[in-house]
Structures are given as structure tokens and as C-alpha cells.
């Protein structure tokens, strides 16, 4: 069994002074996808750097307090990369692969739009230089998943309030558009929905601060795992943790019949 979770730590030292490394190797992952370090490699504690006998990598933004991804890997890959070739979008630290065999794991944090129209118009430019990324990938003949932040919720039960955020960052047609073109045009597979196409509230991955947004449950599905349609084909099933709070989003993880290796 491969088992991989992926988690948007909203700051890596905040997440694990709420006690994330004892919950996480509990688990037993094969790969842990973590998002938003806001850190900077000087920041990070030495435990970082060998969590309970992981192996792990980080791409650090340029930014402090910025960004930043990860990965936590049970066994050592055999290639890290770094980026996707793009100056702007590396230099945020956004995407961190690693190879194991004939599997790639793939963390990746997708940028937000909805902090100002410029980090909009950021946020569509990464999209139009990722797409074809996606479809070089999918032309590898590798099994791939990537584990993340996308910052967009597909479809309509993917949210709470819908109908009010079709004109918000995260719930735009041009964002929900693009996404269909990755699952029905590329042939990427939302992981998550192939096991449970119909769940709504319990499929919540994000809840804003504000309010009571946590505690009424009004949330959205942003983070996912996106796969090949092998390795998704596998996938037997996924849980979201939510008894503990270690950012404002919940750790998705995913278990797959595919060795990890």
C-alpha cells in the first residue's frame, strides 16, 4: 500500500507546535505533501530536517514568511526537482517533485488570488504556464500524483456558499473551466471525487478564519490529490483529518494498492 497525505501547513513552525510530527508519523505515510512553509531553510529547526526518520525536501521561497513547499518522504528518491522552469513562479516556491522508481510524487501550492487583483492576474499566468506542464507530465508514462493547494474548488459541492462565490477567487469559470480541461481534456484524475462523487460537507478541506466558518462547517475542497489514471485507479481510500487542527486546512490523505517504491 502507498499512502500519501497532503497538508497546506499555513507556516510550518505554527503546524508543528500543534504537534504535527507525532500526528503525521503516526500515520505511517509513504509521502507527506506539505504547502505554505512561510519559512526559509535558516528558519527551519534541525527535527525538520529528519522528521522521526523521513527523508525530507523543501524549496523555500525567496520571500520570507513566504510560500514554500515540501515533502516528507519514508523512502530516499531517487531525483528531487525543484520548479517548473518559470522565474516568477519558482522564485515562490510552488512546486517540489520526487521520483521513486516508475512513481512521481508531486507537492504543489497553486497561488491565491483573492488578496488583490494582482495576485489574481498572478494566479491565472501560473495557471496558463502550468497547463502544459500538466500535459508534459501526463506524456511521461510515469504514474504521478500531485498532492496540494490547488486554491480552486471545481464544482458547486465543493463549497458551502456557492452561489455567493461565483464571483470570488477560488470559485471563478475561468478557474473551474481550466480545471475540467485538466481532468477532461489531459485525463488527470481527482482522486478524491473517483471515491466519493457526491460528497459534499465531509469533502471540506479549508475554512476561512472569519466568523464561525470552522464551526458551522462552512468550508471548501481546494486541496487535492490529482493523479494518473493508473496510480487513481488504485486509490482504495481517503480520509480528512479534522479531530486536530494544525492549520486552517485539513491533511488529505489517501491510500493507494501501488507500491511505494
Given at each position: 500500500?502507498?499512502?500519501?497525505?497532503?497538508?497546506?501547513?499555513?507556516?510550518?513552525?505554527?503546524?508543528?507546535?500543534?504537534?504535527?510530527?507525532?500526528?503525521?508519523?503516526?500515520?505511517?505515510?509513504?509521502?507527506?505533501?506539505?504547502?505554505?512553509?512561510?519559512?526559509?531553510?535558516?528558519?527551519?529547526?534541525?527535527a525538520?530536517?529528519?522528521?522521526?526518520?523521513?527523508?525530507?525536501y523543501?524549496?523555500?521561497?525567496?520571500?520570507?514568511?513566504?510560500?514554500?513547499?515540501?515533502?516528507?518522504?519514508r523512502r530516499?528518491?531517487?531525483?528531487?526537482?525543484?520548479?517548473?522552469?518559470?522565474?516568477?513562479?519558482?522564485?515562490?516556491?510552488?512546486?517540489?517533485?520526487?521520483?521513486?522508481?516508475q512513481?512521481?510524487?508531486?507537492?504543489l501550492y497553486?497561488?491565491?488570488?483573492?488578496?488583490?487583483?494582482?495576485?489574481?492576474?498572478?494566479?491565472?499566468r501560473?495557471?496558463a504556464?502550468?497547463?502544459?506542464?500538466?500535459?508534459?507530465?501526463?506524456?511521461?508514462?510515469?504514474?504521478?500524483?500531485?498532492?496540494?493547494?490547488?486554491?480552486?474548488?471545481?464544482?458547486?459541492i465543493?463549497?458551502?456558499?456557492?452561489?455567493?462565490?461565483?464571483?470570488?477567487?477560488?470559485?471563478l469559470?475561468?478557474?473551474?473551466?481550466w480545471?475540467?480541461?485538466?481532468?477532461?481534456?489531459?485525463?488527470?484524475?481527482?482522486?478524491?471525487?473517483r471515491?466519493?462523487?457526491?460528497?459534499?460537507?465531509?469533502?471540506y478541506?479549508?475554512?476561512?478564519?472569519?466568523?464561525q466558518?470552522?464551526?458551522?462547517?462552512?468550508?471548501?475542497r481546494?486541496d487535492?490529490?490529482?493523479a494518473t489514471?493508473?496510480?487513481a485507479?488504485?486509490?482504495?481510500?481517503?480520509?480528512?483529518?479534522?479531530?486536530?487542527?494544525?492549520?486552517?486546512?485539513?491533511?488529505?490523505?489517501?491510500?493507494?494498492?501501488?507500491?511505494?517504491?
Amino acid at each position: 500500500m502507498l499512502r500519501i497525505i497532503s497538508l497546506n501547513l499555513n507556516g510550518i513552525r505554527s503546524a508543528w507546535s500543534k504537534n504535527l510530527l507525532p500526528w503525521a508519523a503516526a500515520q505511517a505515510p509513504d509521502v507527506v505533501c506539505l504547502q505554505e512553509l512561510k519559512a526559509q531553510a535558516p528558519d527551519l529547526y534541525p527535527a525538520m530536517l529528519r522528521p522521526d526518520g523521513l527523508h525530507a525536501y523543501y524549496h523555500c521561497a525567496e520571500k520570507k514568511g513566504y510560500s514554500g513547499v515540501g515533502l516528507w518522504c519514508r523512502r530516499p528518491p531517487d531525483r528531487v526537482v525543484e520548479g517548473i522552469g518559470n522565474a516568477e513562479f519558482d522564485a515562490e516556491g510552488r512546486y517540489l517533485r520526487a521520483d521513486f522508481g516508475q512513481l512521481s510524487v508531486i507537492s504543489l501550492y497553486l497561488p491565491s488570488g483573492s488578496s488583490s487583483p494582482e495576485r489574481q492576474e498572478a494566479k491565472f499566468r501560473f495557471m496558463a504556464e502550468f497547463f502544459p506542464h500538466l500535459e508534459k507530465l501526463r506524456a511521461e508514462g510515469r504514474e504521478i500524483v500531485i498532492g496540494g493547494d490547488w486554491n480552486i474548488a471545481h464544482r458547486e459541492i465543493d463549497l458551502k456558499n456557492w452561489k455567493s462565490n461565483q464571483k470570488n477567487s477560488g470559485f471563478l469559470p475561468e478557474e473551474r473551466a481550466w480545471m475540467s480541461r485538466i481532468f477532461d481534456q489531459v485525463g488527470w484524475v481527482d482522486v478524491y471525487r473517483r471515491l466519493y462523487p457526491e460528497a459534499t460537507g465531509e469533502a471540506y478541506t479549508w475554512w476561512s478564519n472569519r466568523g464561525q466558518a470552522w464551526a458551522k462547517n462552512v468550508g471548501w475542497r481546494i486541496d487535492y490529490q490529482v493523479a494518473t489514471p493508473g496510480l487513481a485507479a488504485t486509490a482504495r481510500a481517503a480520509s480528512i483529518y479534522k479531530a486536530e487542527r494544525f492549520s486552517d486546512h485539513a491533511p488529505l490523505s489517501i491510500d493507494y494498492d501501488f507500491p511505494a517504491g
